[in-house]
């Protein structure tokens, strides 16, 4: 079966910076794009960053352009964020996501996220 596995998480302060990994299994990671989202304290899963294949094509929401970097390592079968400027309102459970469609933001599998906390 497929198993979306994210690891990073942590308390870090604002402005500081954490990279979350995402392994993968069970699916042919080469061919797939891949996703991250998060989701707050009362608020909604939100979409964050997807990745294309073969890492060239990328999709950002506004709220994290400039600040988040997705990347992947399709030997690894793992997709990666790169947070940086982190604030106090990035706090919430991050998931890793198999994309069905990248432009659509729709999702076929999960992972159970993990979370981050920004906090001095």
């Known amino acids: 079966q497929v198993q979306l596995v994210e690891s990073g998480g942590g308390l870090v302060q604002p402005g500081g910076s954490l990279r979350l990994s995402c392994a993968a299994s069970?699916?042919?990671?080469?061919?797939?794009?891949m996703g991250w989202f998060r989701q707050g304290p009362g608020k909604e899963r939100e979409f964050l960053v997807g990745?294309?294949?073969?890492?060239?094509?990328?999709n950002y929401a506004d709220s994290v352009k400039g600040r988040f970097t997705i990347s992947r390592d399709n030997a690894k079968n793992t997709v990666y964020l790169q947070m940086n400027s982190l604030k106090p309102e990035d706090t919430a459970v991050y998931y890793c996501?198999?994309?069905?469609?990248?432009?659509?933001?729709?999702?076929?599998?999960w992972g159970n996220g993990t979370l981050v906390t920004v906090s001095s």
């Open positions: 996501a198999v994309l069905a469609n990248m432009l659509a933001r729709t999702v076929d599998y």
């Open positions: 990745i294309g294949w073969s890492g060239v094509v990328t």
């Open positions: 069970g699916i042919i990671f080469s061919i797939n794009a």
